[in-house]
């Protein structure tokens, strides 16, 4: 279909031969090992022994898979006044190769089009690049511009995705207000009369469902949500080797679209990051006094609503003494807050909730789900305090558990758990892996 309405279009980008896609995509790749990240876009590493920097050129969170030892794989870099003398291209998980350089996502999604890798999208072929379209006083661009036979034209985003679990994946790993706005000003175009989407392109080829972030971006997953079913758009896994040559689609990822109705609230649980950099006793309200040593904190809360400002209130400093953490948050620093939204389910069915409900209800099962709905909260925030004490190194006794059994929700170690991978298996555990239980029903 051709667009209606008052479009115009920015034409100064030149064609390119499209029969030319090239595969081989570096010549000389390098194993090192992943040291440390001083910021966004340059890492440490090990190569051979000696340390060296090198340019991230994906600037998402990816706390997932940055852990001290894991294999990272890196070229010289390409630009002889660079900060860096080598420039990342991917990471291994679990042994299996992760494309990281953002920086060819469009090739890749061009190659893919081009050889006709992507199933439902045969008809396509690329035409362009870089694409700015306006409409209404507002301009986009646009990865791809895509034709067919019969001269109908496709603009397509491309966004890499490196947030994944076990058989899931989801996108973003950091708030993106600027993919938000892509997706409105897609629907936008769609209803006047082009043909618009997005294309994944999940760097994990054991992942079998997609869903957007809606941990990490509320707002970006009820965005997805909205328009999701006027785009034409994908989620396909690829698989990688050593050699980065062009990858193959091995599957296109499934769309649980019923997860988001139900789980994609703000509301759920939390995990609070902290760092203390010194011994404390300090009063906690009626708890009275309370000895803190230097290391880092996790403290595991709840919210049956207004997660997200239930978080930015425990990060300020300044505000009414109310809850534990209020009276220790004036002494530390603040390294994240970690919200995991759901309604309960299937978090709250995990082995310690379980027992926990044994000494509460009855064996009939009517009673039990009845209670369901009260205890899920408690139950969700419990078992997930009793995951992170599993994998911490100390707690503080009675802080944060006036209301529930469990001896303690904060919990400390001495080095920062956002880089350490029990800590962040736990996340990802609570976050998508319990999501498969849903996903398989």
Same mark, same amino acid.
């Given at each position: 279909?051709?667009?209606?309405?008052?479009?115009?279009?920015?034409?100064?980008? @030149?064609?390119?031969?499209? !029969?030319?896609?090239?595969?081989?995509?570096?010549?000389?790749?390098?194993?090192?090992?992943?040291?440390?990240?001083?910021?966004?876009?340059?890492?440490?590493?090990?190569?051979?022994?000696?340390?060296?920097?090198?340019?991230?050129?994906?600037?998402?969170?990816?706390?997932?898979?940055?852990?001290?030892?894991?294999?990272?794989?890196?070229?010289?870099?390409?630009?002889?006044?660079?900060?860096?003398?080598?420039?990342?291209?991917?990471? @291994?998980?679990? =042994?299996?190769?992760?494309?990281?350089?953002?920086?060819?996502?469009?090739?890749?999604?061009?190659?893919?089009?081009?050889? +006709?890798?992507?199933?439902?999208?045969?008809?396509?072929?690329?035409?362009?690049?870089?694409?700015?379209?306006?409409?209404?006083?507002?301009?986009?661009?646009?990865?791809?511009?895509?034709?067919?036979?019969?001269?109908?034209?496709?603009?397509?985003?491309?966004?890499?995705?490196?947030?994944?679990?076990?058989?899931?994946?989801?996108?973003?790993?950091?708030?993106?207000?600027? !993919?938000?706005?892509?997706?409105?000003?897609?629907?936008?175009?769609?209803? @006047? /009369?082009?043909?618009?989407?997005?294309?994944?392109?999940?760097?994990?080829?054991?992942?079998?469902?997609?869903?957007?972030?809606?941990?990490?971006?509320?707002?970006?997953?009820?965005?997805?949500?909205?328009?999701?079913?006027?785009?034409?758009?994908?989620?396909?896994?690829?698989?990688?080797?050593?050699?980065?040559?062009?990858?193959?689609?091995?599957?296109?990822?499934?769309?649980?679209?019923?997860?988001?109705?139900?789980?994609?609230?703000?509301? !759920?649980?939390?995990?609070?990051?902290? %760092?203390?950099? %010194?011994?404390?006793?300090?009063?906690?309200?009626?708890?009275?006094?309370?000895?803190?040593?230097?290391?880092?904190?996790?403290?595991?809360?709840?919210?049956?609503? *207004?997660?997200?400002?239930?978080?930015?209130?425990?990060?300020?400093?300044? +505000?009414?003494?109310?809850?534990?953490?209020?009276?220790?948050?004036?002494?530390?620093?603040?390294?994240?807050?970690?919200?995991?939204?759901?309604? !309960?389910?299937?978090?709250?069915?995990?082995?310690?909730?379980?027992?926990?409900?044994? /000494?509460?209800?009855?064996?009939?099962?009517?009673?039990?789900?009845?209670?369901?709905?009260?205890?899920?909260?408690?139950?969700?925030?419990?078992?997930?305090?009793?995951?992170?004490?599993?994998?911490?190194?100390?707690?503080?006794?009675?802080?944060?558990?006036?209301?529930?059994?469990?001896?303690?929700?904060?919990? =400390?170690?001495?080095?920062?758990?956002?880089?350490?991978?029990?800590?962040?298996?736990?996340? @990802? *555990?609570?976050?998508?892996?319990?999501?498969?239980?849903?996903?398989?029903?």
């Amino acid at each position: 279909m051709k667009p209606k309405g008052n479009i115009s279009y920015n034409r100064h980008i @030149e064609c390119f031969d499209v !029969g030319e896609t090239m595969k081989v995509l570096y010549d000389t790749i390098l194993k090192a090992t992943y040291i440390g990240r001083p910021n966004r876009f340059v890492v440490t590493l090990d190569l051979n022994g000696e340390s060296v920097l090198a340019h991230l050129p994906n600037p998402g969170r990816m706390w997932e898979l940055l852990f001290t030892g894991v294999t990272m794989y890196i070229v010289p870099h390409d630009k002889p006044d660079a900060k860096t003398k080598y420039r990342v291209i991917g990471i @291994e998980r679990d =042994g299996v190769v992760i494309m990281l350089d953002t920086n060819y996502s469009n090739d890749v999604a061009q190659h893919l089009i081009e050889n +006709k890798l992507i199933p439902g999208w045969e008809e396509w072929r690329v035409v362009r690049r870089e694409y700015t379209v306006k409409l209404h006083g507002t301009s986009s661009r646009f990865d791809l511009l895509l034709t067919n036979d019969k001269g109908d034209e496709f603009l397509l985003e491309v966004k890499s995705c490196t947030l994944f679990s076990k058989t899931g994946a989801m996108f973003p790993d950091a708030i993106t207000e600027r !993919g938000r706005k892509h997706l409105l000003h897609l629907k936008e175009l769609q209803n @006047e /009369g082009y043909h618009t989407g997005v294309l994944f392109l999940v760097q994990w080829d054991q992942a079998q469902w997609f869903l957007p972030d809606y941990h990490t971006d509320l707002e970006f997953a009820r965005t997805f949500k909205e328009v999701a079913p006027s785009l034409d758009w994908k989620a396909v896994a690829v698989a990688w080797d050593e050699t980065f040559t062009m990858p193959t689609v091995t599957h296109e990822c499934s769309y649980p679209s019923s997860i988001l109705d139900t789980e994609a609230h703000d509301s !759920g649980v939390y995990v609070m990051v902290m %760092h203390l950099d %010194h011994d404390l006793d300090l009063e906690i309200g009626s708890k009275g006094m309370m000895h803190f040593k230097p290391g880092y904190y996790m403290y595991v809360g709840s919210a049956k609503a *207004n997660l997200t400002k239930r978080i930015e209130r425990h990060k300020r400093k300044r +505000k009414k003494m109310h809850w534990h953490l209020d009276y220790f948050r004036g002494y530390c620093e603040m390294i994240a807050g970690l919200p995991i939204r759901t309604s !309960g389910r299937p978090q709250a069915m995990t082995t310690s909730a379980q027992e926990r409900r044994k /000494g509460k209800l009855s064996d009939d099962s009517a009673a039990r789900e009845s209670a369901d709905v009260d205890l899920t909260k408690i139950d969700v925030e419990c078992a997930l305090a009793d995951a992170v004490r599993a994998i911490a190194e100390w707690n503080v006794p009675n802080f944060g558990c006036s209301d529930c059994d469990c001896n303690s929700h904060l919990f =400390g170690m001495s080095g920062n758990p956002i880089h350490n991978q029990f800590f962040m298996n736990v996340i @990802e *555990n609570y976050r998508m892996n319990m999501l498969d239980e849903l996903v398989n029903r």
